[in-house]
């Protein structure tokens, strides 16, 4: 699931999230007006609080673009802004689209998102008008106050829709994201009914625990060295050095918050307070490089599967259909404000949770106008609500961001009577027929909800920039967004650098590579941490130009070459038998040691020798005693599909991943990726290609390790190429500014870009 904001500022690449969110909510949300959930109307007869389905922000140059990927179901577009006497220009363009994705294998997440007050034709200038969409200035779309229904058009995540408006004679655009009853039922999770075990197996974001009471904290991790220095022993590696905990107990539950983040494991306690509040307890526990170091803790701490043990280490159990003997997660955690110490955090009485499960003690909460006063109105009367609205500290605004609000559509000019009806009341704003007629003329103006076909009256409301983020903690792509990461055209080096369009086959059978691994690849993205969008652009980078384009799992020419039968096969391509024996082990499939070691001196020896007398003769399995199940087990990992096997489903996906892992790619993609703008000569002209040092470390850790520090050296093959990945998987996956000619970070898409529609 791809989201962004509906403004995208410049963002330099070192700002972490939560800090970009809150510029954001700080610049260009307008916070004096236009809350959520609940706007305040002052009136003589006392302040009048209103359901407030969306935020008013301002634009301040940036123009306002849509979320994400999505299908418009309806739009206005005015020719010049309305009056509402007494208060000033309005504007009622607007523009309506309705996304459909997925959040995990079943999880399906429907909503709406609506940009309303968006500039008016006449108060365009032509450099903005030319900015907005082609069916916005296409000449069947004639500027006026109608409401237009247009048929499948399809806009995307960073499309530019319009610019913000006015709004009382003030710049605002009103940003709206809602969905109905349905659409919650099928993504929403209610965390306070989890007692114990585990939630949502569609994990997204961070890990969460609920520890109960009166539990028993250990000085030292039990699988620690028992002589010398707390360390966990790597094998022919460096160690891993752990602190030492203080032996104790928790005297109150806490709900712990485990977050991987660039290499640091970040855990983070909290405590219910007698208000019903959370509150943070003591100092996150940190420890660093606990992330990048994973491969190697999970092979040392559970030998006889290591890949169940990630999952442990990672999800704090196990979602896939790996197991190890060692169902256990020994982890470091505060449990007071002094001290720290050592749980298993395995057992079935530890409450299991992701963000995936909205979790409560982050103050996710659901609110409806059935628990108010007068619930067929819009007019709130629940004062817990309303508190929070109004108060100014950071704690307020933080849960209000957090509530989800079902309340009637302030854009439905069918019910204006029933919804304002105390407005009406003798004191009240609308008493007189002639205000009454004025404001009745002025939301007509604006609504649209029957014009769209909406039904439901009542939806469900998000703040819209809180659920933009909650959702980028996703990383789960759809069909759609895994084939717009296939550039229309590539490089390829022979003996001229040619251009060329890469063409795709289309996609509708259950056995085509993309409908196939779609899930599995997914589960591998999410199981091995590679969610963030640079670590995505890194893989993916690869990954797409290593398939030829997402349409093989296997080296071209495989056969041929002098190192088969072991080729390249998976999404990174998993190459020579002492890569293939290590994925075996990790996933607790057994490798004679004998055999191993003879397959892999007799790889080294060939490939030791000139490359014109290399030859694969002594590389024949049966030479090495490698049975038919070690075979399968290697062609697996280019299966499509293999009716009667288990493994194809996981295999090119997970292996990849694994290697991803094995070779530290993270800690390559994680650098700062100071993007450089290439200009290559081609036999159809001269071609913009984008690339960093950052992911030629990446590239190369996967694919020539030893040429990391060789920066963009011709040793690795294929490297422009997969530059041409890297560009497209920057637009498809992340709001990084890419150079212009100028050396100015000002383009959200590559030079030449042609977006595919899938």
């Known amino acids: 699931m791809l989201i962004s904001y509906p403004v995208l500022p410049a963002r330099p690449e070192t700002e972490a999230e939560d800090a970009y969110l809150e510029r954001i909510l700080n610049t260009h949300v307008l916070s004096s007006e236009g809350r959520f959930p609940v706007s305040t109307i002052p009136t003589t007869k006392g302040p009048i609080h209103r359901w407030h389905g969306g935020i008013h922000i301002q634009g301040l140059g940036e123009p306002i673009r849509a979320m994400a990927d999505g299908t418009v179901v309806a739009f206005r577009f005015a020719k010049q802004a309305e009056i509402y006497e007494g208060l000033g220009q309005y504007d009622t363009s607007f523009v309506l689209i309705r996304h459909e994705t997925q959040t995990g294998e079943s999880t399906s997440v429907a909503y709406y998102s609506l940009y309303m007050h968006l500039a008016n034709r006449d108060d365009l200038l032509p450099d903005r008008y030319q900015q907005l969409p082609p069916w916005l200035r296409s000449p069947a779309c004639t500027p006026g106050p109608a409401v237009q229904k ?104 806490l709900h712990v918050c485990v977050k991987l983040d660039k290499g640091q494991r970040i855990a983070t306690s909290h405590v219910l307070k007698p208000d019903g509040s959370y509150e943070q307890l003591g100092a996150p526990v940190v420890q660093e490089n606990y992330e990048y170091e994973l491969f190697q803790l999970a092979t040392a701490l559970y030998p006889d599967c290591p890949s169940a043990g990630l999952e442990w280490l990672r999800f704090g159990r196990v979602l896939g ?160 967004e895994l084939l717009q990461l296939v550039p229309s055209h590539a490089i390829r080096t022979g003996k001229h650098v040619m251009w060329e369009p890469v063409n795709l086959p289309p996609i509708k059978k259950e056995t085509d590579l993309v409908v196939a691994h779609r899930i599995p690849l997914n589960k591998a993205l999410r199981k091995y941490n590679i969610t963030s969008p640079m670590r995505q652009v890194a893989f993916f980078g690869n990954a797409v130009q290593e398939t030829s384009w997402l349409s093989t799992l296997a080296e071209l020419g495989g056969q041929g070459l002098w190192y088969s039968p072991w080729y390249g096969r998976g999404f990174l391509q998993l190459t020579n038998p002492e890569n293939y024996c290590d994925y075996w082990a990790w996933r607790g499939l057994k490798v004679d040691a004998k055999s191993r070691a003879s397959v892999i001196d007799a790889y080294k020896k060939i490939a030791a020798q000139p490359a014109g007398q290399r030859s694969n003769a002594a590389l024949v399995d049966s030479n090495f005693g490698m049975d038919e199940n070690i075979a399968r087990y290697r062609d697996d990992l280019a299966a499509v599909k293999r009716p009667g096997s288990d493994d194809y489903k996981i295999a090119p996906a997970d292996s990849a991943a694994f290697y991803w892992y094995k070779m530290r790619m993270s800690l390559y993609a994680d650098q700062t990726h ?85």
């Open 321 to 480: 259909s790996d197991t190890t003997t060692r169902n256990e997660n020994w982890q470091l955690v505060r449990y007071s404000e002094t001290a720290v110490g050592y749980i298993d955090l395995a057992p079935e009485a530890i409450v299991k949770l992701s963000d995936a499960d909205f979790v409560h003690w982050q103050g996710w909460e659901k609110r409806e106008e059935g628990q108010t006063a007068k619930a067929a109105d819009g007019i709130c009367d629940d004062e817990r609500t309303i508190k929070l609205c109004q108060g100014a500290d950071y704690a307020s605004r933080t849960k209000a961001r957090h509530l989800v609000c079902k309340a009637p559509s302030e854009w439905d000019a069918s019910d204006l009577q029933a919804r304002y009806g105390r407005l009406r009341e003798p004191g009240a704003i609308f008493a007189s027929d002639a205000a009454w007629q004025k404001f009745e003329d002025h939301a007509k103006k604006m609504a649209f909800w029957t014009e769209a076909g909406l039904g439901e009256r009542s939806v469900w409301h998000f703040h819209p920039m809180q659920f933009v983020r909650h959702f980028r903690k996703c990383g789960w792509l759809s069909q759609s």
């Open 674 to 758: 100071a993007l450089e703008r290439q200009v290559i000569s081609t036999d159809q002209g001269a071609k913009v290609l984008y690339r960093s040092v950052a992911f030629w470390r990446a590239s190369a850790a996967v694919n020539l390790p030893g040429a990391i520090n060789r920066t963009y050296s011709k040793a690795l093959n294929g490297f422009d190429a997969r530059c041409c990945a890297f560009g497209v998987a920057l637009a498809v996956l992340t709001e990084v500014p890419l150079p212009d000619a100028q050396k100015q970070m000002k383009l959200q898409f590559p030079e030449g870009y042609e977006r595919r529609n899938p």
């Open 150 to 253: 247009p048929s499948n058009l399809k806009v995307w995540r960073k499309d530019v829709l319009g610019f913000a408006g006015k709004l009382y004679d003030k710049e605002a655009c009103h940003i709206e994201i809602f969905t109905t009853q349905a659409g919650l039922s099928a993504f929403w999770r209610d965390s306070t009914s989890v007692k114990q075990g585990a939630g949502s197996a569609d994990f997204y974001g961070d890990a969460h625990f609920v520890i109960p009471a009166n539990r028993d904290f250990a000085v030292r991790h039990p699988r620690a060295a028992e002589v010398g220095a707390h360390r966990i022993d790597f094998p022919g590696k460096n160690d891993f050095a752990l602190p030492l905990g203080t032996a104790g107990r928790n005297t109150q539950a």
